[in-house]
């Protein structure tokens, strides 16, 4: 038995088999060989189990985001299978007398390259995918397998950290809990644990390579402790409050249907934070008035080459006709600092978290920023749509998005594609954005308060860095006061002013923020029914 701590980012306990994830590096090494016919059987094992977990893949993405986002899944099967493809790795093979993983690699290496010279973008995309395709093959020669999400029984996912692109791919119906080693208590890991309802643990000192899939492990966000191959009275302890814990879960339950109103009858409205169309279920089971925040950038991540515009209609479109006329909030792109895709090409930044990312990636990739907006304007036809812009930090700005909005209005009339433009808010997480508050109030239909990257840049602390999480204070007077300007401002020009930052769903501060005048806190699905539960038992007349 080996007992660890760590630091709890949501509480729970659970009891499940683990799945280590371990990051290897893939060196390929050239060999010689003996047998010819034996290392073209190896291929070929090689590239039908590739082909089987495109499909698999496929048939996921099909299912969670819709056809056309899942149309690269097929793309990959078909370069599996192109013929000059397949013969210059045979060819290799037979020619140099080398094992299939350096055959697969070279040839990957040169079809890339040819790819990446073409002067069509359509072709120079194909050489990300030409990589991931080959990668595929030389991990599945190696023995060294992805974790099928898909197929594996409910597991704690054990890892070194967890970037947005590896767990916006899991199966989060099939995770028990994470354990990490590095993480901040504002990584993505974090935010996704929160959101799904289960227990996380982050800066546990556990060696990797002494952990294996499979055993059995305790996880008490309570006590911030994970257990590996606990004893037989630790196991009947842990199922004993895993018991407790769903029993006070099904009490909250009974909250559904029922109204976000105080004992003296004040009323705030309690939304989701969601992070794809996956995740719209959560919401909907935990009866949210709506989504306050969809993280759009999910359709980026993960994949190698930009959404089209149709891929992202259709998935927002999903999301909104799912919520049935409830109000759905879209944050435009939000990619930078944590959330980094190898095809956007950004570079690396010493400071990355005041860098280029955001609505700055927007006003100047406009051709991106069109695209979005596009696919936005469209989906509005179907249901209860609104649209935030993050990171804003001048009027100046707002009057450029404004401008682009335009020319996609023109665009689209002249393409007579039926559209409209949905009621459209900006992100206050700057102290920037904060101090002009009153003046974006007159352009803008609502604000929305990022209080993650409010605290940090207010605090001047690195959210993502661990070192400092003792340093970030989202309580601090100066963030409170801010949130009190904002609403003031919003109110005064008539607009509504709510919170999408993980600060909403903090029980210490619901009787604060509705004293504060807030319309709308949006939190985690999980979050949704405690905060009523809260507000519910509150009675703001007394002081």
């Not at 045979?90 to 002067?119: H, K, L, P, Q």
């Not at 169309?277 to 980026?300: K, M, P, Q, T, W």
């Not at 749509?385 to 450029?400: G, R």
């Not at 007159?442 to 003792?470: C, H, P």
Request: aromatic share 6%; charged share 30%.
């Amino acid at each position: 038995m080996l007992k660890l701590s760590g630091k709890a980012v949501y509480k729970g306990i659970v009891l499940g088999p683990a799945v280590v994830l371990k990051k290897k590096d893939q060196q390929v090494k050239r060999t010689k060989i003996e047998d010819v016919n034996k290392e073209i059987s190896r291929l070929e094992m090689a590239e039908k189990k590739s082909a089987e977990q495109l499909q698999k893949l496929y048939e996921k993405a099909e299912k969670e985001v819709g056809e056309a986002s899942a149309a690269i899944f097929e793309v990959h099967q078909m370069m599996l299978e192109d013929d000059d493809y397949q013969e210059a790795i045979r060819n290799m093979i037979c020619t140099e007398m080398v094992n299939a993983e350096y055959a697969v690699a070279v040839t990957g290496d040169n079809f890339c390259e040819m790819f990446a010279s073409m002067e069509d973008d359509y072709m120079k995309a194909r050489a990300a995918d030409v990589k991931d395709i080959s990668n595929r093959l030389i991990k599945n020669l190696t023995g060294e397998e992805d974790v099928d999400f898909a197929s594996m029984e409910p597991s704690v996912i054990v890892a070194d950290d967890l970037t947005p692109s590896e767990t916006v791919q899991m199966d989060k119906e099939k995770i028990l809990a994470f354990v990490t080693i590095h993480g901040s208590a504002n990584s993505h890991t974090s935010i996704l644990a929160r959101m799904m309802n289960i227990p996380a643990l982050i800066g546990v000192s556990v060696d990797l390579k002494q952990i294996h899939s499979g055993v059995q492990v305790v996880v008490d966000g309570f006590h911030g402790e994970v257990i590996f191959e606990p004893s037989q009275e630790v196991c009947a302890d842990a199922e004993q409050r895993m018991k407790e814990e769903q029993e006070k879960l099904t009490l909250l339950q009974t909250l559904k249907g029922k109204e976000n109103v105080t004992l003296d009858g004040k009323t705030i409205k309690i939304c989701a934070n969601i992070g794809s169309v996956g995740d719209v279920g959560y919401a909907l089971e935990n009866d949210a008035g709506g989504i306050g925040l969809f993280r759009s950038e999910f359709l980026y991540l993960g994949k190698t080459d930009y959404p089209t515009e149709e891929e992202q209609f259709q998935a927002y479109k999903q999301v909104v006709q799912t919520m049935a006329g409830k109000k759905v909030i879209i944050r435009t792109l939000d990619i930078g600092a944590d959330k980094q895709v190898d095809y956007f090409h950004l570079g690396k930044e010493d400071n990355p978290a005041m860098g280029y990312r955001a609505i700055r990636i927007c006003l100047k990739e406009q051709d991106i920023f069109k695209t979005q907006l596009r696919a936005l304007f469209r989906t509005a036809m179907f249901g209860s749509l609104s649209i935030m812009y993050p990171m804003i930090t001048s009027v100046e700005e707002v009057k450029k998005i404004y401008h682009i909005v335009e020319s996609v209005k023109a665009e689209l009339d002249a393409d007579g594609i039926p559209y409209k433009v949905p009621e459209q808010g900006i992100m206050i997480e700057t102290p920037a954005a904060v101090m002009v508050s009153d003046d974006l109030a007159e352009m803008v239909d609502f604000f929305s308060i990022g209080t993650n990257d409010l605290t940090q840049y207010t605090l001047a602390v690195d959210r993502q860095n661990e070192k400092l999480d003792g340093f970030y204070n989202p309580h601090h007077k100066a963030i409170l006061r801010m949130i009190q300007m904002v609403v003031d401002n919003a109110h005064k020009a008539g607009k509504w002013a709510g919170i999408c930052g993980e600060l909403g769903a903090d029980l210490d501060l619901t009787e604060t923020f509705i004293r504060m005048g807030l319309d709308e806190l949006s939190v985690a699905p999980s979050m949704v029914l405690k905060i009523r539960k809260k507000v519910r038992d509150l009675d703001i007349s007394k002081e």
